[in-house]
């Protein structure tokens, strides 16, 4: 496993780093076996905390992620790790079940789309808001199909607020997201696509 260890605005002593290699090393050996990466950020948080951000690539687009916040810095990274832990524990079975299908996956089950991100920032108070967003970056991604199930999986491991799939069932784009309420919304455009070729289908007769 490729393992990063980087501290931001802090210096990753000899102790530290061997602490979090173990540590990592640990996991992987209980719960993937084969993870492929591994992103470990450690950074003062105010005036006497410091926050964790570890983050595990587990398979092909794949990752689990945790963030914790503690006053001692040990703590704050032992805690971060007991998240993955948790995550893992919750998923393994699923993972185990899944994972043939999703790293077997044929490239064609993978689709490309855009990724923008706009700036919403106007440096200038008081200037108008253009008529159209201002792109400050632009990138690939890959839309994965899969069932709901896997995307809310991938969604808890992540611990983004959104993931945009393609439904294994229907091949409509859906998306699950993370509500205010802590449970997984889930937009699925299956209806809108069958009312939509129905009303080509009548137009077409």
Do not use: C
Not at 107 to 126: K, M, Q, T
Not at 156 to 162: H, N, R
């Amino acid at each position: 496993m490729k393992l990063n260890i980087q501290g931001k605005q802090m210096d990753i002593g000899d102790a530290l780093r061997t602490h979090i290699t173990t540590k990592i090393e640990e996991l992987d050996s209980k719960f993937f076996n084969r993870a492929i990466s591994g992103t470990i950020t450690m950074a003062p948080e105010g005036h006497s905390a410091f926050k964790a951000h570890i983050k595990l690539g587990i398979g092909r687009d794949i990752d689990v992620e945790a963030y914790a916040t503690e006053q001692e810095v040990y703590l704050a990274f032992d805690n971060a790790a007991e998240k993955i832990a948790k995550q893992m524990r919750r998923y393994k079975r699923r993972l185990r079940d899944h994972r043939q299908r999703i790293e077997d996956a044929e490239e064609s089950e993978l689709h490309e789309a855009r990724d923008y991100v706009i700036n919403l920032h106007d440096e200038e108070e008081g200037k108008d808001i253009p008529d159209e967003p201002l792109i400050v970056a632009e990138m690939t991604k890959s839309i994965p199909k899969l069932s709901v199930s896997e995307a809310v999986m991938r969604l808890d491991l992540s611990g983004k607020p959104a993931l945009l799939f393609q439904n294994l069932k229907s091949d409509a784009i859906s998306m699950v997201y993370r509500r205010e309420d802590g449970n997984i919304g889930w937009i699925d455009t299956e209806q809108a696509l069958k009312k939509a070729d129905g009303g080509r289908a009548v137009a077409a007769e």
